[in-house]
């Protein structure tokens, strides 16, 4: 098992806002799953929507659908995966803000949750997953 290196703080102010290098990780992860889905045809709707304090990373279409996209991204030598981050608090969190998402869009199209999990190599190359229909939105 990998032995697990979490990121320090970085010492750099923008804007009055701290920023850490997980912080920088997360930003480069989204930037490489927006590259990609673009690629793969999806349209682009919104990025880091917000409901509340709450927020879902990607909203896309692609055909008939709204895909919902959480993108996890991890240094090569964390612990675990990053999609192993997604725990049923945080898929409640996701279809809460895509529900209203939906509401606020008037959508009608089908809504499916995807998940890309990309791991960072040290010398910048990367290993992205893209995982379709990943979870489901729980019955209550």
Do not use: C
């Not at 409901?51 to 996890?72: P, T």
């Not at 089908?110 to 290993?127: A, C, P, Q, Y």
Request: proline share 2%.
């Amino acid at each position: 098992m990998k032995s697990r290196n979490l990121p320090g703080i970085l010492s750099m102010r923008n804007n009055s806002e701290e920023y850490t290098e997980k912080d920088d990780l997360g930003k480069k992860g989204e930037e490489l799953a927006r590259f990609y889905l673009i690629g793969k045809g999806y349209l682009l709707l919104d990025l880091n929507w917000h409901y509340g304090h709450k927020e879902i990373d990607i909203v896309a279409r692609l055909g008939k659908e709204i895909v919902v996209v959480e993108v996890k991204t991890r240094m090569e030598n964390y612990a675990e995966e990053p999609w192993e981050a997604i725990t049923n608090s945080k898929i409640r969190n996701i279809v809460e803000v895509a529900d209203a998402w939906v509401i606020q869009h008037d959508s009608e199209l089908e809504t499916r949750f995807d998940v890309i999990s990309i791991v960072m190599n040290k010398d910048g190359s990367h290993l992205l997953e893209h995982f379709e229909g990943a979870f489901t939105a729980p019955v209550n």
